[in-house]
């Protein structure tokens, strides 16, 4: 179905978020931006969100026993990561930011491949470009760059391929962000840039970033901005397909999509340091897991047996996280030079065929006193 | 003498400082509610409120780009980069800004700024969050490099760097920020800059150290039991050749301990310069022990032999003395491949 919103730069950037699922699981069609999902596609979206937060919840749970180094969690922003992953095209490409696991999930990165990062036993998770999911980027802002360049070569191909790029609230203030969209714009670069405001940049709140919605930052710019619920993963699907349907020819549109961090920034985080235990209940009824389900429930798509399969598989999951996080392999002290440039580095680590210099004489005071009255004459 | 963590002594100088000059105020992210995050603003936002302590958006180059701006005027801002990494989005405004003013406004403007940044390996950060980078700026005229290495220097050497008329990054190891020990505050606690600090006198061998590699240095030769001198550099740049070559003149023999990659290391600087101008005193090669040519690997077990590790330093600095002859690093002698 083609989309019907007209891609003007008000059309969707100011106001409430787009939302078609509200908080209790009502459902509400808007007809700019349609649901054209199956109810298998409902499922596996709702099935998606629950697993992942499986993975989130026994990951920060391994990182308090040791197992993780660090863990960035992604509890109450799962319909985010969803919700886009089921609007891009398989040969699309997404740049993530650090706490994407859901994208990582849903593109086909494997456990090994989302924890073995965080247990520090890897420099890389993944091939960017068997899954579709780029590096994610721990500089801020830098994969907004990345995502447009990215983007113009699609262009250059010609094949209708767009670009999703990934981040934050914080990453809106950074001059990589501004100037990715200042590029977007100049070369109509088919890229989607998703701004997650989740609310909070560590410990600084959103509205040291922006004095204004975010998403209509993009008129500024010259391209459309839209505003969605974070939370609501069909209004994220469907306002995600929409935007890179247009974006594929029409260039960027900046999404802004409104959550809530629910952790910590990171597991090395005490956010009670900034912020109240009050604020963060209140998006406790805003989750955007049980709303789907309360939907899939009213619907007749879930019934309680369906639900305790589920609460099964991921309690599956939940183990072989535990299982393939504590059976890693580490890596061996001689790959070290691995990777750092495309040919065999040994050149440049183990100098060969260079003559070794005899060696000086052993320390012996009489050569050093000679050494000594001949420097101070 | 009060005993306290280097990042205590940090927030301790700042503190002090800002007491005692108006103008001096500090920018970064999560520095003020947050207290910074390795706890180096703790107090700040309490003590002196909102105007002299801001959180800032996280836009590395606005905030050392307005720091410039501001020290022109007179104020003395003190900006804080979380990782020294993210100097990389903010370089212009110091090494091509900053660096310049002075020397393009025939000595009129004073750019009185500090960049105060964490760096070094040894907390599993990875490859983008655990670099020292002081190779990035230390060959900037115009730029004054620091970096401390104990709770002393971290609480003397800040109070210096916010008075000098110039700006000054001062670096600090990230594993040594939990670190303790005695710090003497007030006026007689200041170091002065651009002076080396003998950690260690000792008489057969010099052995020259920064940062995180000074505990290093200190700890190879206490289990070594020879009588090597141990020089903190302290600041970089312009960094204090007397103290040096003075050492080496008397010792006769240079090792330099750097967390850095082999090339462009600090070290070869300091190895150059003595092999020139001490070349008569020398009774073996100097050399220097760095970490090998590749990123920090996030592994832990990697990352800890990555960094001159005491054993490592301690195998060579004994092959050294007995043989006279330099030793190979370690990544050589395991055979350390692509
Ligand atoms: C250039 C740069 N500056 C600072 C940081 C430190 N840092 C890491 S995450 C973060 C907050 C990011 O906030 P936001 O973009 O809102 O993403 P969120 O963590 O909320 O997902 C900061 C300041 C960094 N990684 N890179
Ligand atoms: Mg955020």
Known sequence: MPPTWTGEPCDGASGPPIQVLDPSGQFTADPRFPVDLDDGDLLGLHRDMVLVRQLDTTATALQQQGELGLWASSRGQEAIGVGLAAAVAPSDMVFPSYREHALAWCRGVGISGILGLFRGITNGGWDPAAVGLAVPSIVIGAQVLHAVGYAMGQQLDGGGEATAVVFGDGASSQGDTLEAMVWAASFEAPVVLLCINNGWAISVPAARQSRIPLAQRARGFGFPGLRVDGNDVLAMYAVARAALDYARTGGPVLIEAVTYRMAAHTTADDDMRYRTRAEVDQWQERDPISRLTAHLVDCGLLDDGALAELQHESQRLAEAVRHEVRTMPMPDVRTLGRHAYASDTRASLVPAGVPVAPPAPAVDSAVRATALSAAHG | ?338
């Open chain 2, 1 to 338: 003498m009060p005993t306290m963590r280097v990042n205590q002594a940090i927030a301790t100088a700042l503190a002090d400082e800002m007491r005692a000059d108006a103008s001096v105020m500090v920018f970064g992210e999560d520095i003020a509610e947050a207290e910074g995050p390795f706890k180096t603003s703790e107090g700040l936002l309490a003590e002196f409120g909102p105007l002299r302590v801001r959180d800032t958006p996280i836009s590395e180059m606005a905030f050392t780009g307005a720091a410039v701006g501001a020290a022109t005027l007179g104020m003395r801002p003190v900006i804080e980069i979380m990782f020294v990494e993210f100097l990389g989005v903010a370089l212009d405004e110091l090494v091509t800004e900053a660096a310049k003013f002075r020397y393009l406004s025939n000595g009129a403007l004073s750019v009185p700024m500090v960049v105060r940044a964490s760096v070094g390996s040894g907390l599993g950060f990875g490859c983008q969050h655990s670099q020292t980078l002081e190779n990035w700026v230390s060959a900037t005229p115009g730029l004054t490099v620091v970096t401390i290495s104990d709770a002393q220097s971290a609480y003397g050497l800040m109070r210096a760097a916010i008075r000098d008329p110039d700006p000054v990054i001062v670096l600090e190891p990230r594993t040594l920020y939990a670190r303790r020990g005695e710090v003497t505050t007030g006026e007689a606690g200041i170091l002065p800059l651009r002076r080396a600090r003998t950690v260690r006198p000792g008489a057969d061998i010099t052995v020259v150290a920064m940062g995180q590699t000074v505990g290093i240095a200190l700890d190879a030769v206490a289990a070594c039991d020879v009588d090597a001198e141990v020089i903190d550099l302290a600041t970089l740049s312009p960094w204090d050749r007397s103290t040096v070559l003075t050492s080496v003149h008397r010792t006769g023999r240079l090792i330099v301990v750097e967390e850095a990659p082999l090339t462009g290391g600090w070290g070869a600087q300091v190895v150059a310069t003595a092999a020139s101008e001490a070349f008569s005193a020398l009774t073996a090669a100097p050399f220097r022990i760095t970490t090998p040519d590749v990123p920090v690997p996030y592994a832990k077990h990697l990352e800890a032999r990555f960094v001159p590790t005491v054993e490592d330093v301690a195998r060579q600095l004994r092959t050294y003395l007995d043989t006279g002859a330099v030793p190979q690093p370690w990544w050589v002698l395991e055979g350390v491949s692509a």
